[in-house]
């Protein structure tokens, strides 16, 4: 059994799908729809920079998500792929959640960029600049970094944000919270803690003001069904109805991304290949959850034409 996964924030980067727009007319198609639902020229910032400007959660989100879409439509339509066919389950971390649903058809890709437009803003304007921040953990399991994020709240929010994979946990909250984390994570047990350069607190409590205006956005929007089932971040389970669904991308603002025990649970359930779609970022935390399982990361039209050569 195969699935495919879609990265997060973080894996952008200044000339993401440029070559692969050269080397593809579905992939320039994807940028250009993009571009069209957003009003907004964001292939050449994707292309060109700045980097700073590209960062802005804003734009980081639908650029990741029309990577990854330009990916899958250069393999479907010059690889000859069918997703619906070639993957049994999709999964996305945090915003890549949003990718695995257009690439599984319950949203269209306008739609979808939209929506992570309107998710950026949302979650960048929820906490003033300065107030909020997160942590990786390292060397943490999810039971260590729940018990550092408690001895370091001191009544403010320190949550745990991201369990991605057995060494490495992300916790979310006030910045006064997150560096008395830091400050006493090793002598906890963490190897090491590292603050991370972002713009707000994501999956945490500080987010409930983002997860209202998406729970609004959500309610306009016409959800089909879905070609293969989503492990859900929130779950961490195969979720296919869009109205659970649809709830549960609400929960996930404010909620912990349950990425590492998502991978366990589709490994249970008998995957033992994963394909990356668009970066560089998923792979390695998958082996390190599931060492035995095969791992592609499906970035260059090379890594399209030798992933369809294999499907086919």
Excluded at 149 to 175: F, L, R, Y
Excluded at 197 to 203: G, K, N, Q, W, Y
Excluded at 263 to 272: Q, S
Aim: aromatic content about 4%; proline content about 4%.
């Amino acid at each position: 059994m195969r699935a495919f996964l879609f990265p997060g924030q973080g894996s952008q980067a200044v000339g993401m799908g440029d070559a692969l727009a050269g080397a593809s007319r579905a992939a320039r198609d994807v940028f250009e729809e993009v571009d069209e639902a957003l009003g907004q020229n964001l292939s050449r910032l994707m292309r060109e920079g700045p980097e700073d400007e590209l960062k802005l959660t804003e734009n980081a989100q639908p650029a990741i998500m029309a990577n990854s879409m330009a990916v899958l439509a250069a393999l479907t339509k010059e690889g000859g792929v069918d997703l619906a066919k070639a993957a049994n389950f999709v999964a996305g971390h945090s915003l890549g959640e949003y990718s695995a649903l257009c690439a599984a058809r319950a949203f269209d890709l306008s739609t979808t960029a939209k929506l992570l437009k309107l998710r950026g803003q949302a979650m960048q304007q929820a906490v003033p600049v300065g107030q909020g921040a997160m942590a990786a953990l390292l060397g943490a399991d999810l039971e260590l970094a729940r018990r550092i994020a408690d001895a370091a709240a001191q009544g403010e929010v320190c949550t745990v944000a991201n369990d991605n994979d057995p060494s490495q946990v992300v916790i979310s909250g006030h910045k006064g919270a997150i560096d008395r984390a830091i400050e006493i994570a090793k002598e906890m047990g963490a190897k090491r803690a590292i603050a991370l350069p972002v713009s707000a607190p994501f999956h945490c409590p500080l987010m409930q003001p983002a997860a209202d205006a998406m729970q609004d956005a959500l309610s306009y929007v016409v959800m089909g069904d879905l070609a293969v089932p989503v492990f859900a971040n929130v779950t961490g389970q195969a979720e296919s109805d869009p109205d659970t669904i649809r709830n549960l991308l609400v929960e996930q603002v404010t909620g912990m991304v349950r990425w590492r025990e998502s991978v366990l649970n589709m490994g249970e359930t008998g995957v033992v290949e994963f394909v990356e779609l668009g970066g560089k970022v998923l792979g390695p935390m998958v082996k390190r959850i599931l060492p035995d399982a095969k791992v592609t990361s499906v970035v260059s039209i090379e890594d399209i034409e030798a992933l369809a050569k294999e499907i086919a």
